[in-house]
């Protein structure tokens, strides 16, 4: 609808005719007193920057008014003034100048007509901010053109950028604003689509800002993994990022490849692949002379497979009445019913060259599985009319773990369950909600439903805590550090803050063999009396306050050693805790299903985002 508003915003400016540059402090038009009514529902009296009044448009009379933050577009129909669209293209900055200039058909102005930029009419304008303290240097300018029956972008130019794009024959093509030379050109065709709707803060000002924004494209996607079927494609952020999901079915197995696109890593951000699943021969044969999008989704977020009779079951021994799947990396995910009624969660997992099937105990009789909020590593059931919820996660060590319950007549989280015990929704985001210790809860396929707790005091009155202790340094502001044998000249493999949860393997000398997380990266020992063991774990206060990982990275994986080298694919997110210091300026992270990994302390600021 945004979209559509634009375009029809568009056909407003088509002919109208728009303030010069020597001329931009003044108005083209006034504006008719009864759109002025209707603008001071929106901005105060004496902030329009320029006014532009169109009679007999294509779709009538049209007003545009030009603000600070917006433009504001008006139609008149039987006589009245209505509101048609509200657009951002380009904000003014504090001090700078906006305004209009219309297109002339012919060279257009300065050094795009010299490149070769021309108009083949005047049904377009540009939008220009300024700089009046310096000379009224050029800042930034958007240029719109009517073609093929829709208002387009068709060229851009920042002032600091040093180049400057616009549309020519079906590529952006790059030009150095100063002497002129042609630098190159990208095929981002969606772009010139957005017309109005672009967003001046997004576009690429540079050629190489611009190839990495073709790396993101439809086109760039196609191409990417041979021998795949490309299924959906979807773009965001103005094209700056994207998810793309392929399949292959070969030797009558599917296999789907869910990927992310980002322009800042120049293409492929994170890909992961489906356990293959061995088909059915009739779902094979309709592949062949039916549409697979109405056989298969494979998208995350929904059921995977349209169709009964998918997958072959001499292969895959599930028995009962499928009622929803979900197929991930680690398996396929399915809800079945019984003839009796009784719903259980099965997993088909990959065992060699065949699958194997776990099994959960009866589930609520009228539960259901969440495919929408389920994803990867993760699966939510929904009961009781889906008023509860409760989640799994997969722990670094490949269990399905109660991740939590959700109670939404009371609307209200009632507890998480994590790898190393209870945690308190109202501080995730540090190992201060922590309760550590083992619970009943870690097997997804040894749960007793009815029996499962529904508060944060029933499930820690379950802890059993022995085998578990965390850091308590006598001075919290001293990380404790973990060595290699137990000896205090013993080479160290990190510093960690009090709190962090350790799982103990062995204790000698004074000394406790430790854990941390589930990945196996973590082991050590530490002084015994630099550890609190049992209750005297949730006396222990947190040393350091809560950090945010930077927004630029926020898409890159934890790296599996100092070194920086290989990465872990897991990304840091609010159950990520940073947990201690290693190497040159890292930190060490941990989170709630056992994953740990370093990141630079660099890429992190205080606060909790």
């Not at 020597?22 to 920057?49: L, N, S, W």
């Not at 169109?54 to 008006?74: E, V």
């Not at 630029?552 to 920086?564: C, I, V």
């Amino acid at each position: 609808m945004k979209k559509a508003l634009g375009l029809a915003l568009g056909l407003f400016l088509l002919l109208v005719s728009v303030c010069a540059l020597a001329d931009a402090d003044k108005f083209c038009d006034e504006m008719p007193e009864d759109v002025r009514a209707i603008v001071g529902q929106f901005h105060p009296e004496g902030e329009m920057i320029d006014c532009i009044l169109l009679n007999d448009t294509p779709i009538g009379d049209c007003c545009l008014a030009l603000y600070p933050r917006d433009i504001l577009g008006f139609t008149r129909e039987d006589g009245a003034w209505t509101l048609a669209a509200q657009v951002s293209p380009m904000s003014r900055n504090t001090d700078m100048r906006l305004f209009f200039r219309r297109h002339e058909a012919g060279a257009a102005p300065d050094m795009q007509g010299a490149c070769g930029l021309a108009y083949p009419d005047s049904l377009g304008f540009d939008l220009i901010q300024t700089n009046p303290g310096y000379h009224n240097s050029l800042v930034a300018m958007l240029q719109f053109h009517f073609l093929e029956g829709d208002l387009r972008l068709i060229g851009w130019q920042k002032g600091t950028a040093g180049q400057l794009a616009f549309w020519e024959d079906g590529l952006w093509t790059y030009f150095d604003s100063e002497t002129g030379a042609r630098l190159g050109g990208v095929r981002i065709s969606s772009l010139t689509e957005y017309g109005l709707m672009a967003d001046s803060e997004t576009l690429p000002y540079t050629l190489e800002e611009a190839r990495k924004m073709e790396a993101v494209t439809r086109e760039a996607a196609e191409t990417l993994f041979p021998g795949w079927t490309m299924q959906y494609y979807g773009a965001a952020d103005m094209g700056h990022t994207a998810r793309v999901f392929y399949y292959r079915v070969d030797d009558g197995m599917l296999t789907i490849r869910r990927v992310r696109l980002r322009s800042d890593a120049g293409g492929i951000a994170s890909q992961t692949d489906t356990m293959p699943v061995t088909l059915s021969a009739a779902l094979l044969a309709r592949l062949q002379t039916e549409d697979a999008d109405t056989l298969l989704d494979v998208r995350d977020g929904v059921a995977t497979f349209l169709t009964d009779d998918a997958f072959d079951l001499t292969a895959i021994p599930v028995t009962g009445a499928v009622l929803q799947n979900q197929l991930m990396s680690h398996g396929l995910v399915l809800l079945t019913q019984d003839a009796n009624g009784v719903r259980r969660l099965r997993l088909v997992e990959r065992d060699g060259e065949g699958y194997m099937v776990r099994s959960t105990e009866p589930l609520p009789e009228d539960a259901t599985l969440d495919v929408f909020h389920s994803g990867e590593g993760s699966v939510i059931l929904n009961w009781d009319n889906q008023h509860t919820q409760c989640g799994f996660t997969r722990t670094a060590d490949g269990n399905w773990t109660l991740g939590g319950i959700y109670n939404f007549n009371e609307d209200i989280a009632l507890y998480g369950t994590i790898y190393c015990g209870v945690q308190q929704y109202a501080i995730a985001s540090t190992t201060a909600g922590v309760l550590v210790g083992s619970h009943p809860w870690r097997d997804l396929f040894a749960i007793d439903f009815s029996q499962l707790p529904l508060s944060t005091e029933e499930a820690a009155a379950g802890l059993d805590r022995d085998g578990w202790a965390a850091v308590n340094n006598p001075d919290p502001a001293d990380p404790l550090l973990l060595r290699a044998a137990p000896d205090s000249a013993a080479e160290t493999t990190g510093s960690f803050y009090n709190r962090t949860p350790l799982q103990v393997l062995d204790s000698r000398g004074g000394w406790t063999l430790v854990r941390i997380g589930l990945d196996g990266r973590l082991e050590g020992w530490m002084p015994t009396d630099s550890l609190a063991f049992g209750g005297a774990m949730d006396a222990v206060k947190l040393p350091y306050r809560e950090l945010t990982l930077g927004e630029a990275y926020r898409n890159n994986a934890l790296f599996a050693s100092p070194q920086m080298g290989e990465t872990t694919g897991v990304l840091f997110g609010m159950d990520s805790w940073i947990v201690g210091t290693a190497g040159d300026g890292l930190y060490i992270v941990l989170d709630s299903r056992g994953n740990t990994g370093y990141l630079p302390q660099s890429w992190f600021a205080p606060g909790n985002g």
